[in-house]
């Protein structure tokens, strides 16, 4: 049986929403450019390597100094693109008697959005380096490099690779130490450019920006090279990132390489077929008739692909998600007598590093059958010969299906995807929209390096690493030096002869203002026992994930978390395996200010700022085998605020009386059209509904009548509540369409419940959600800009 068989023979008729056979491609051929070294040439000749069209392309545009973004798709052989021109440089360089040439000798500094991209990128460009017979000496440097790497690399590497954040703390705030690579650099890599969005994307273009200013200090002028899979406007992104005119930016999008034919099947959870079943499992899927959950189905799938000889990756949409997938994995492969078990894992972010690194290999080797994984394998690590990618759930973006669905099939081999719907509203519209998920534009990158949150910090670690002139304000998008001024008054920076520097006197580093991930410090998690750390977890998510009575899952293992500071959360293992525990938080939300408002005939489309301040107050317990629930407890947490933006729609109290919409049905209704509206707000922005709050009010304080607000979750805004704000009528059609098809008849998963819902989705009305998008899209209609 084949493994697309083995895959369909799983699923039931019901099941299949949609199944796409993507043909296999031919590639367009071009000679290598003429300016390559000849070592460079012939090293790539010994390895067989052709330049498609696109390659030749990227690299001209790199040698002509051009800031370039590669976007063409996954396998197409980015790198080459922007390592080739670097090794010809490093290649024909000959050093001469002058210092000052000895001390440009050509280096490039490769940026990558985790150190497991970065290690593996390394072992790449080594095997590049012999087969070319270059001078170049490369090394991966970030947090976990002994110190020893450290000072070789310093001395001695001129291609460097690492993460924005070693870039930061040690690459900028030290950069006397590199000053050798600083003076040589030519070529800055940012690999996965379309992984920085929100706050992480703001605050690593605004570190590019710091890099391009000490490499002019030192006397070079790098060129910066973007590569991406997927990206919406590449070019215009880009110049927004670098802070410069779009025609400074060149783009290769046009992707001549060849490729294997791709299958993918589109389905939902299996109908169950009894209530008594349907008491005991979670409940997925857009029919009346229960179905099985999104993990359970994608397990089992995997379970088949694992039996039929595949090698195959499972992505979750969390950390909790990929260890529960590995162990229904392993225990259906149990049921099946495979003998194969023991060859299933998990992968996830928070695991120690060389816990990630012997994975990563075991996946290559072949040792390991199954990864159940979160998004960190969804980037470019070279894992050659997956035969299936399972994905349990929509990964959030039209660009990580893309990039998830594009780690099957290398190596020449037909690749298999398997997507199944979760009971999420964006899932299931999606379930009935199949045809546009191969053929719609990935969403626009959202950031914002103007983010005062961000920008602030930035400027506090330039000074310190540089004396800021007046000249330097067009680095961070200001038009004047005013912001520095007020820096000044704040006491951050001081002010003499011309030049802004950082205040030693407060005897505190600058660069530890800068939080470039966006989540805070990283909270150790420790095994109380033993001692021994199990992994890490931000601080920002410490109070939903590892909170006292919480239950930690590592490697498939219970713990029980049994105390959390600002540092540490101590755990110990938990003999019950069958309980798991979810946060109940509470939420309020004050409009600070309104920059954008729009009246509608019988109500006001905004957008502004709002302070967003939130408390875990308790946390369910759930069966982990069924989802059934076991109870609540309270919890005593401290109090959350977060300055932030949001958009938010206020109808009139006589407009919902109209429409049939009474007092004791009202909050229900804008609850769950709260809930709708933010499952399909990711259909418009780069984000999840993770990345996404929202509030719902029958009376909100400063409105003054039913209030629905949706802001995003980082210090500042993202940028998705504007988007959503500007996109106001599509996003609203799209909700209330929703609504319409989903044919359940008191609201369900797939409509109006949420799973990170505070309040327990409590109270909900579908009828009322559906009635009260109906009549807020009928007046936006009738008042269109």
């Not at 199954?370 to 035969?387: K, V, Y």
């Not at 009386?657 to 769950?672: F, K, N, Q, R, V």
Request: charged share 20%; with cysteine; aromatic share 6%.
């Amino acid at each position: 049986m084949t493994l697309w068989n083995a895959i369909l023979d799983g699923l039931s008729a019901d099941q299949v929403a949609g199944i796409h056979h993507t043909p296999a491609r031919e590639g367009v051929h071009a000679p290598w450019p003429s300016w390559l070294h000849p070592d460079v040439t012939a090293g790539l000749a010994r390895l067989g390597i052709q330049a498609w069209q696109h390659q030749a392309e990227g690299m001209e545009a790199i040698h002509d100094h051009r800031h370039t973004v590669i976007a063409t798709g996954t396998g197409s052989g980015k790198s080459l693109i922007a390592w080739m021109p670097v090794l010809s440089d490093i290649a024909g360089y000959r050093s001469s008697v002058s210092l000052a040439d000895i001390r440009r000798k050509p280096s490039a500094l490769y940026l990558a959005p985790t150190k497991a991209l970065a290690a593996d990128q390394l072992d790449s460009l080594n095997r590049m380096i012999a087969a070319t017979a270059s001078p170049a000496l490369a090394a991966a440097v970030d947090g976990d490099a002994p110190t020893e790497v450290r000072r070789w690399a310093r001395a001695h590497a001129n291609l460097i690779l690492t993460n924005p954040d070693f870039a930061h703390f040690s690459l900028l705030a030290g950069h006397q130490n590199w000053s050798r690579m600083w003076a040589g650099l030519s070529t800055i890599i940012i690999d996965e450019f379309h992984t920085y969005r929100g706050m992480t994307g703001a605050q690593v273009a605004l570190v590019t920006r710091r890099m391009l200013r000490i490499a002019r200090h030192y006397g070079a002028n790098p060129t910066v090279v973007f590569l991406s899979a997927t990206a919406n406007d590449p070019g215009a992104t880009a110049a927004r990132f670098l802070g410069v005119a779009r025609d400074d930016i060149a783009v290769i999008d046009t992707d001549c390489s060849a490729h294997s034919a791709t299958h993918l099947v589109v389905a939902r959870g299996r109908p169950l077929p009894s209530a008594s079943e349907a008491d005991i499992l979670v409940l997925d899927g857009p029919s009346e008739a229960p179905r099985r959950s999104a993990v359970k189905e994608a397990a089992e799938a995997a379970a088949r692909a694992v039996d039929a000889g595949a090698s195959t990756l499972v992505f979750a949409r969390s950390r909790a998600g990929a260890e529960t997938v590995a162990q229904l994995v392993r225990e259906s492969l149990t049921e099946r007598c495979s003998g194969l078990s023991d060859r299933v894992a998990a992968y996830r972010g928070g695991y120690l590093p060389e816990e990630r690194r012997d994975l990563e290999a075991g996946l290559r080797e072949g040792r390991i059958r199954a990864l159940a994984t979160t998004n960190a394998l969804e980037l470019g690590i070279d894992i050659s010969g997956l035969d299936a990618v399972i994905m349990s759930g929509w990964p959030g973006t039209h660009a990580s299906f893309r990039q998830q669905l594009g780690r099957a099939g290398r190596g020449g081999k037909d690749g298999i995807g398997v997507l199944i719907a979760r009971d999420d509203p964006l899932d299931q519209y999606l379930a009935e929209h199949v045809d546009d998920l191969l053929t719609q534009s990935v969403e626009a990158q959202v950031f914002d390096p103007t983010n005062p949150y961000a920008v602030s910090a930035q400027v506090c670690a330039a000074a310190a690493e540089l004396p800021l002139t007046a000249s330097d304000a067009a680095v961070f998008g200001f038009e004047s030096t005013a912001n520095f001024d007020e820096l000044v008054d704040a006491g951050l920076l001081t002010h003499r002869g011309g030049t802004w520097r950082w205040n030693v006197a407060l005897g505190v580093s600058a660069h530890a203002m800068v939080d470039i991930r966006g989540g805070g410090s990283e909270i150790s998690i420790i095994e109380g026992s033993t001692g021994v750390l199990l992994g890490t977890v931000s601080s920002g998510q410490a109070d939903t994930a590892v909170h006292p009575h919480a239950i930690y899952v590592h490697q498939g293992a219970p713990y029980l978390v049994t105390s959390l500071d600002e540092e540490r959360a101590i755990v110990e293992p938990y003999r019950d395996e069958e309980v798991r525990t979810f946060a109940v938080a509470e939420t309020a939300v004050e409009i600070t200010a309104t920059s954008r408002e729009r009246e509608l005939r019988h109500g006001i489309l905004a957008f502004g700022d709002v302070l967003v301040a939130s408390r875990v107050t308790g946390y369910d317990t759930r069966r982990s085998r069924d989802g059934l629930y076991l109870g609540r407890m309270p919890l005593e947490m401290p109090l959350r605020q977060l300055p932030t933006q949001g958009c938010w729609w206020t109808i009139s109290q006589t407009r919902c009386t109209e429409a049939g919409l009474t007092l004791d049905i009202l909050p229900g209704s804008l609850h769950g059209l709260e809930h709708a509206a933010i499952g399909l707000l990711p259909l418009f922005a780069t984000c999840d509904r993770w990345d996404i709050g929202g509030l719902s009010t029958a009376h909100h304080p400063q409105t003054g009548g039913p209030t629905i607000i949706i802001h995003d979750a980082i210090p500042g805004g993202s940028g998705c509540a504007e988007r959503g704000f500007h996109a106001a009528t599509e996003w609203l059609a799209a909700t209330v369409s929703r609504l319409e098809s989903c044919p359940c008849r008191e609201g369900c998963p797939s409509c109006v419940q949420s799973p990170k819902c505070g309040n327990g989705n409590s109270p909900l009305s579908k009828v009322g959600a559906l009635i009260l998008g109906s009549a807020l899209l009928e007046d936006m209609m009738s008042t269109r800009p």
